[in-house]
T-cell receptor, first 112, second 114 residues
């Protein structure tokens, strides 16, 4: 069965510093991978997705993620974090909506 | 274009009470979903509907029922609420975009059962 692990429950970075959020997955076939962001009191917003092709995926708000099949990873990165990036980030895997599996989330705090 | 909307935003129930959470989407999506979000557990699928007139159980369906009223609306009903159902509930809809079935989420309903 597919599953997603986000090893970091909470990360704190300084504004302007770089960011990497880790995601490891288990999936039987070619994975469809997603990153979502959830601001406090809000629903989830899609940042980016991967299903084939270039393993480096660009998303909204300056985020990118790299799919590494050999490491079963899909880590999210941003070169310079802004205070407005403080939120919870979820990695997900699944080919169809009815078999999506979400990670437990990583909460990002941004220090001034 | 409102996307996915949910009502109510907040609700407090007593054990044993019933209620229905409403969800509507205006993106003409066939598929709709109900998730619950609990601390440290991410989102777990309760029920989904692949098309109007069909519903199926997800990972955690016990204690819930759903109705796909039409293509736009998908409701979640708690017949006899229990404290274990205290959670944040998200509705989502999905459509195929650029090679994947992509989900869009509503703002959530925060439910407390006393």
């Amino acid at each position: 069965a597919q599953s997603v692990t986000q090893p970091d429950i909470h990360i704190t970075v300084s504004e302007g510093a770089s960011l990497e959020l880790r995601c490891n997955y288990s999936y039987g076939a070619t994975p469809y991978l997603f990153w979502y962001v959830q601001s406090p009191g809000q629903g989830l917003q899609l940042l980016l997705k991967y299903f084939s092709g270039d393993t480096l995926v660009q998303g909204i708000k300056g985020f990118e993620a790299e799919f590494k099949r050999s490491q079963s990873s899909f880590n999210l990165r941003k070169p310079s974090v802004h205070w407005s990036d403080a939120a919870e980030y979820f990695c997900a895997v699944g080919a169809d909506g009815n078999d999506m599996r979400f990670g437990a989330g990583t909460r990002l705090t941004v220090k001034p | 274009n409102a996307g996915v909307t949910q009502t109510p935003k907040f609700q407090v129930l007593k054990t044993g009470q019933s209620m229905t959470l409403q969800c509507a989407q205006d993106m003409n999506h066939n598929s709709m979903y109900w998730y619950r979000q609990d601390p440290g557990m991410g989102l777990r699928l309760i029920y989904y509907s692949a098309s109007e007139g069909t519903t199926d159980k997800g990972e955690v369906p016990n204690g819930y029922n759903v109705s796909r009223l039409n293509k736009r609306e998908f409701s979640l009903r708690l017949e006899s609420a229990a404290p274990s159902q205290t959670s944040v509930y998200f509705c989502a809809s999905s459509g195929w975009e650029r090679g994947t079935d992509t989900q869009y989420f509503g703002p959530g309903t925060r439910l407390t059962v006393l």
